[in-house]
């Protein structure tokens, strides 16, 4: 996979980097991947996923660091060294046309939703866009145990998606809607009743390496992570305080894009 770094100015000449991926067959499509606060273009492994199925469709592919990269972190402004970051970032009386909120929801307290939405209302312009990525748990969950979600995974391959896609399976396993949150701390627990001394020894290979994935990763970076997920109805309640709901994309290539959808939301 061929890719290329770039590097551009912004209007007020703060130079930023990227990586440019072009298809062999170069087309009029491109996706663009724009990180959140203090992230990066490279670090997420999702960025490899979806360099590599934009270029299967002949899509280019875009990433690269906003001046918000980094808590602190050296720009170069005017070809002078300049400290910049995500804790540097003014963020004043701004209005904007569009906000981009890409799986910002998550990470946000159920009880400071509101204050989140009211914040996005406040910097947009009158009919202004929130475009935004959910995360939903279905109220009827798919596995009653650990076993059932076991027997789903022991025939796919060993892949990033097949190891992201029995995360989202085991989360939504564990998950509680008392409180609306889910933690990898509860699923942690699960995989450590079926796990050996020497690791996972199940009958399926793939499985055995899916769950390795899993556990060597999620398991480890986020075992202490929070997240705030919300049933369908309930999420798109809260956006219908601010919002009216212009369209919703779900990926026909994609079998959990009925949980995680993007919305086109219209300020009222």
């Not at 996979?1 to 062999?24: A, C, I, W």
Request: contains cysteine; proline residues 3%; hydrophobic residues 40%.
């Amino acid at each position: 996979m061929h890719s290329e770094l770039m590097r551009f100015k912004t209007k007020d000449n703060v130079e930023l980097q990227g990586l440019l991926y072009e298809p062999k067959q170069k087309g009029v499509k491109a996706i663009i991947h724009v990180h959140g606060w203090v992230g990066n273009f490279y670090e997420n492994l999702f960025i490899d996923y979806i360099a590599t199925s934009a270029l299967k469709k002949n899509i280019a592919f875009f990433t690269f660091n906003n001046r918000g990269s980094g808590v602190i972190i050296e720009f170069l402004k005017n070809n002078k060294r300049e400290k910049i970051g995500g804790s540097l970032e003014i963020f004043e009386e701004t209005v904007f046309d569009i906000v981009i909120g890409d799986a910002v929801l998550p990470n946000v307290a159920w009880e400071d939703r509101d204050k989140l939405l009211s914040e996005v209302k406040r910097v947009l312009k009158p009919k202004g866009l929130f475009i935004t990525r959910a995360f939903y748990v279905p109220r009827e969950k798919p596995f009653n145990n650990v076993n059932g979600l076991l027997k789903k995974f022991t025939n796919k391959e060993p892949t990033y998606q097949s190891a992201l896609e029995f995360v989202l399976e085991l989360q939504i396993l564990a998950y509680d809607s008392k409180d609306h949150l889910g933690t990898f701390s509860k699923p942690k627990e699960m995989l450590e009743k079926i796990r050996g001394k020497d690791g996972f020894n199940f009958e399926s290979d793939n499985l055995n390496k899916i769950l390795e994935m899993v556990w060597s990763f999620w398991c480890v970076k986020y075992v202490k992570k929070v997240y705030t997920y919300a049933y369908r109805d309930e999420e798109e309640k809260e956006y219908e305080k601010y919002f009216e709901i212009l369209e919703t994309y779900e990926a026909k290539d994609n079998s959990y894009s009925d949980i995680t959808p993007m919305y086109i939301l219209r300020l009222k």
